[in-house]
């Protein structure tokens, strides 16, 4: 399709195939009625959502990339307190190796849950694993829907007040989680044929003093591609800092609105807060980096 410069994508949108509360085919409708020109349902850890979009059949009007977000440890000379997610492009979804990883991912997800009841049982919350399968029949359960749970019962008034007093990193009822290295994420993102970017730069919370620029030279040399240089969270002055590094590095910028659905009701699709866009030519580059 051939598109001109008023048309926006989003490349960052996650499906009920993880914490998103919308169906993929759901996603693929308000894409048309948004009259985006390309959307990528990005996902925590599993395909299954862009697989299934591909299913129910992609809408003349739309481009459509597969896509990952894989939840990774930075490298270790670059300690990150915040969300260190690796997403990734244009993936075959059917590639052994990917889902093999993503299996390993999901199965870690699954062992979590149990150790985050435990921990709010222990502060005198209730809440069992039946009711969050009854509640989220078919979702890649994780700390989001606890929290929603959390909400329901009346334990807290809002999602955020969830993570900030218990699910956050550091908090009481936090519990890790097996990742895959950086490296790994990467690599297995190529092996699929896929275009690996950093997500998000604004919430990797870094531990020490180095430059951003430190950890992209770092990740360049592994293999990543791109930047996601425009997400609702970052300033101008941050979109403009991550474009100029994506220019240093001459690597790939992306953008999306990290769009859940009513998970994060604030955020809607292709436009995130109402003032955020991310133009069509993004994506233009990232065909044209992938084929
Ligand atoms: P998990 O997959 O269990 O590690 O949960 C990570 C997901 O939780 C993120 O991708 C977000 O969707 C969500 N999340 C993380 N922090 C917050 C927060 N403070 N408020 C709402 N949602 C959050
Ligand atoms: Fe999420
Ligand atoms: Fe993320
Ligand atoms: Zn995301």
Redesign the pocket.
């Known amino acids: 399709m051939a598109c001109n410069e008023s048309v926006n994508i989003d490349l960052h949108i996650h499906s009920d195939a993880s914490?998103g509360t919308l169906s993929p085919s759901e996603i693929l409708t308000m894409a048309r009625h948004l009259e985006l020109g390309a959307i990528a349902i990005t996902d925590?850890d599993t395909v299954a959502g862009s697989k299934t979009a591909i299913s129910v059949g992609i809408p003349d009007s739309l481009n459509f990339l597969t896509g990952i977000e894989i939840?990774a440890h930075p490298p270790p000379s670059f300690p990150c307190a915040g969300?260190f997610h690796i997403l990734g492009y244009g993936i075959n979804a059917d590639d052994p190796l990917l889902n093999r990883t993503l299996d390993v991912l999901q199965e870690a997800?699954k062992n979590r849950n149990p150790r985050v009841i435990e921990r709010l049982t222990g502060l005198g919350i209730e809440i069992s694993p039946d009711e969050l399968t009854d509640n989220f029949k078919g979702c890649q359960i994780?700390?989001?829907h606890i929290?929603r749970l959390m909400v329901k019962k009346g334990v807290v008034s809002s999602?955020?007040e969830a993570?900030?007093k218990y699910l956050?990193r550091g908090k009481p009822a936090y519990a890790d989680k097996y990742r895959v290295d950086c490296r790994e994420a990467i690599e297995v993102i190529l092996g699929a044929g896929g275009i690996p970017v950093l997500a998000h730069p604004v919430l990797l919370d870094p531990l020490n003093e180095k430059p951003l620029e430190y950890l992209i030279s770092l990740l360049k040399s592994m293999g990543l591609k791109g930047i996601e240089v425009y997400y609702p969270e970052h300033s101008p002055e941050q979109t403009a800092r991550y474009a100029e590094i994506a220019g240093q590095y001459d690597l790939l910028m992306t953008g999306g609105t990290d769009f859940?659905g009513s998970?994060?009701p604030e955020i809607r699709m292709g436009s995130g807060r109402g003032d955020f866009s991310v133009p069509y030519a993004l994506y233009e580059k990232l065909i044209r980096a992938s084929s």
């Open positions: 914490d925590h939840s969300s997800r994780g700390r989001p929290a999602v955020n993570f900030d956050s859940h998970l994060k």
